[in-house]
């Protein structure tokens, strides 16, 4: 099977990680993944790719200045990815992301070659220009399948377009045992998060909370791993609610797992979220977990006071109430984690590829 897989960049990020992972295990499988990026070689891959991958970074994310650019730009971006997916001559296109997702579904017009496009966060939550909201919906139909990581998110759809619909759940991987040894130590006992420093992930709320119980825990610290454009912000307020020595901002890590097997709570703190691989990355380490309802995304992974706990998005008291019960308390924290680890059955990375499958086989035979 021939698979051209089409993302803007391989840099940090959740939807990012899961299609590196999609191409790898694809690969190994004896396929021929392509995967595309619209960046170009210059913009640093952060995911490690098989070599029977064929990675192609295609350079033609550039920004625009004005509205006459912006339509150049774009109307480049298709005809540079159209020619790159007909030479890829694929079984099956599948895109990740929404601005790329019309792109995509504009470059393979005519191509007569079957579509999947993906979308990873909430759409009602997650807005995105008018214009490409408008795109959005007239290019959609046009795509043979849509996924979407929650049935939440499918419902934001038209009901036109829910025949075409499938809930895709992100694939977790089973952590290696023994990687904390290689890695970097914590200070314990610790609070975790993971994600980009941007306003969606909450850690400004998360940061609040952490101040509040401070002085209760105080041997506690608080660590964020992730990179983004919030660093400065964040470290502005670490300073000003007295956190100093308290929080530590490692930056973004190729491999969190040798972080969380050391820590001791994991705390996701979203405004919105789609299905986060962070969140299943912590519970498939035996970690006791607690997250917002982050527009409802984190309720189909965590099973209520059974292998986490949730709380009200943007709700800092009811965050740091949560906290506080489950840092004083080893031995509820200890009943969490161990049935935390059965994420990695419920989310199976075979599980899922293999439902991936059945939909590429669905398209392919519709054609």
Same mark, same amino acid.
């Given at each position: 099977m021939?698979?051209?897989?089409v993302i #803007?960049?391989l840099?940090?990020?959740?939807a990012q990680r899961?299609?590196?992972?999609?191409a790898?295990?694809?690969a190994?499988?004896?396929?021929?993944?392509?995967?595309i990026?619209? #960046?170009?070689?210059s913009v640093?891959r952060f995911?490690?790719?098989s =070599? %029977?991958?064929?990675?192609?970074p295609?350079?033609?994310?550039?920004?625009?200045?004005?509205l006459? %650019?912006?339509?150049?730009?774009n109307?480049? /971006?298709?005809l540079?990815?159209?020619?790159t !997916?007909?030479?890829? /001559?694929?079984?099956?296109?599948?895109?990740?992301?929404?601005?790329t997702?019309?792109?995509t579904l504009?470059?393979?017009?005519g191509l007569g070659?079957?579509v999947?496009? #993906?979308?990873?966060?909430?759409p009602?939550?997650?807005s995105?220009s008018?214009n490409?909201?408008a795109?959005?919906h007239w290019?959609y139909p046009t795509?043979d399948?849509?996924t979407?990581v929650t049935r939440?998110? %499918?419902?934001?759809?038209?009901?036109?377009l829910?025949?075409k619909?499938r809930?895709?759940?992100?694939p977790v991987l089973i952590?290696q045992?023994?990687?904390a040894?290689?890695g970097?130590s914590?200070a314990?006992p610790?609070?975790i998060a993971?994600?980009r420093?941007?306003?969606e992930?909450?850690?400004?709320?998360?940061?609040?909370?952490?101040?509040r119980l401070?002085?209760?825990?105080?041997?506690w610290?608080?660590?964020?791993?992730?990179?983004g454009?919030?660093?400065?912000?964040?470290?502005d307020?670490?300073d000003?609610l007295?956190?100093?020595?308290?929080?530590?901002?490692?930056?973004a890590?190729?491999d969190?797992y =040798?972080?969380?097997?050391?820590a001791?709570?994991?705390?996701l703190s =979203?405004?919105?979220?789609?299905f986060?691989?962070?969140?299943?990355?912590?519970?498939?380490?035996g970690l006791?977990?607690?997250?917002?309802?982050a527009?409802?995304g984190?309720?189909?992974i965590? /099973?209520?006071?059974?292998?986490?706990? !949730?709380v009200p998005?943007?709700n800092?008291?009811a965050l740091?109430e949560?906290?506080?019960r489950?840092?004083s308390?080893?031995?509820e924290r200890?009943?969490?984690?161990?049935?935390?680890?059965q994420? =990695?059955?419920r989310?199976a990375t075979?599980?899922?590829?293999? %439902?991936?499958?059945? !939909?590429i086989?669905e398209?392919?035979?519709?054609?």
């Open positions: 021939r698979i051209t897989l #803007s960049a840099t940090c990020g959740g899961v299609m590196a992972n999609m790898n295990y694809w190994e499988k004896g396929w021929s993944p392509t995967l990026t619209l #960046s170009g070689a640093e995911y490690d790719l =070599s %029977a991958v064929d990675y192609r295609l350079g033609v994310a550039t920004d625009s200045a004005n006459p %650019a912006a339509v150049w730009n109307l480049r /971006r298709i540079v990815l159209r020619r !997916i007909r030479n890829s /001559r694929p079984d099956v296109v599948i895109s990740f992301m929404e601005t997702n019309v792109i504009l470059s393979t017009r070659v079957p999947i496009v #993906s979308e990873h966060t909430d009602a939550l997650y995105i008018g490409w909201e795109l959005r290019t795509a399948r849509l979407v939440k998110a %499918a419902d934001y759809f038209p009901s036109s829910q025949p619909i809930v895709m759940t992100n952590p045992e023994g990687t040894a290689a970097p914590l314990r610790a609070v993971v994600g420093l941007a306003p992930k909450g850690f400004d709320l998360l940061l609040e909370a952490f101040a401070k002085d209760h825990f105080p041997d610290r608080l660590t964020i791993l992730g990179e454009p919030m660093r400065q912000q964040l470290e307020l670490s000003c007295g956190l100093a020595g308290r929080l530590d901002l490692p930056g890590v190729q969190p =040798s972080f969380l097997r050391q001791d709570l994991f705390v =979203s405004r919105f979220e789609g986060p691989c962070a969140l299943c990355e912590a519970m498939a380490c006791a977990v607690m997250a917002t309802e527009g409802g984190t309720r189909e965590v /099973r209520e006071r059974v292998d986490g706990v !949730i998005t943007e800092v008291e740091t949560a906290m506080t489950l840092m308390d080893d031995a200890r009943r969490l984690a161990v049935r935390a680890v994420v =990695s059955k989310f075979e599980k899922v590829m293999g %439902a991936w499958e059945a !939909i086989h398209v392919v035979l519709e054609r």
